[in-house]
């Protein structure tokens, strides 16, 4: 159980103001049809998540339990900083589409490649050696956020200052990297 809520309370908060949550308000401005985004978001935060935790699963099988704490402390204290820096979004391109769900398939895993919340998931499923148990806390972490986005879109983001969110989100990755350094050390 730590595993899922530990993913999912790291996730939520850090992805709020991240490029796939600015993604997703545009999204839902372009297209005006909240459910077959949100099915879009999920399928491929499924995908990307199940193979970022599988991946940080088969790496900690590869080191030493001292090992990968060490490197886990130093890759969360580095998110941390990381999150500090706001996330921009690409534009919503109008040329080819595919529809909603489809093009926000497409769009949130590319996105999704190398984003902060994917090497997070990578380092939360070296940390807890539990695949599934990650990818259902991370996605249900995205689902919240870029829910958020999706279905509340402006009404809530002016109401939420992101600046805080970073602080907080950059908060949880130094306790989970102070807490990484400490196992290894004494654990």
């Known amino acids: 159980m730590e595993s ?6 790291l996730v939520a908060v850090s992805e709020m103001g991240d490029k796939t949550q600015l993604l997703a308000f545009s999204l839902a401005a372009k297209y005006k049809k909240p ?3 949100m099915a879009g978001i999920f399928v491929a935060t499924i995908l990307n998540h199940a193979l970022a935790s599988w991946a940080g699963t088969w790496v900690s099988s590869l080191l030493s339990p001292q090992w990968m704490a060490l490197i886990l402390g ?15 979004a690409d534009d919503v391109s109008d040329k080819a589409t595919f529809g909603p769900f ?10 999704e490649m190398g984003d902060k919340t994917q090497l997070a998931t990578v380092a ?5 050696k539990a695949a599934w148990l990650v990818t259902i806390g991370t996605t249900l ?5 870029d ?4 279905v509340a879109g402006d009404k809530i983001s002016h109401k939420i200052n992101m600046k805080y969110m970073r ?21």
């Open 141 to 145: 972490g995205m689902m919240v956020t």
């Open 4 to 9: 899922i809520s530990s993913s999912f309370v």
């Open 74 to 88: 130093l890759v969360f204290i580095a998110f941390a900083f990381w999150t500090l820096k706001p996330d921009e």
């Open 147 to 150: 829910g958020l986005a999706v």
């Open 124 to 128: 939360l499923g070296a940390q807890f």
């Open 35 to 37: 459910w077959p985004i």
């Open 102 to 111: 489809l093009t926000t398939c497409i769009l949130f895993f590319l996105a």
């Open 167 to 187: 602080w907080c989100a950059a908060g949880l990755f130094f306790v989970f990297g102070l807490a990484s350094f400490w196992k290894a050390y004494f654990g």
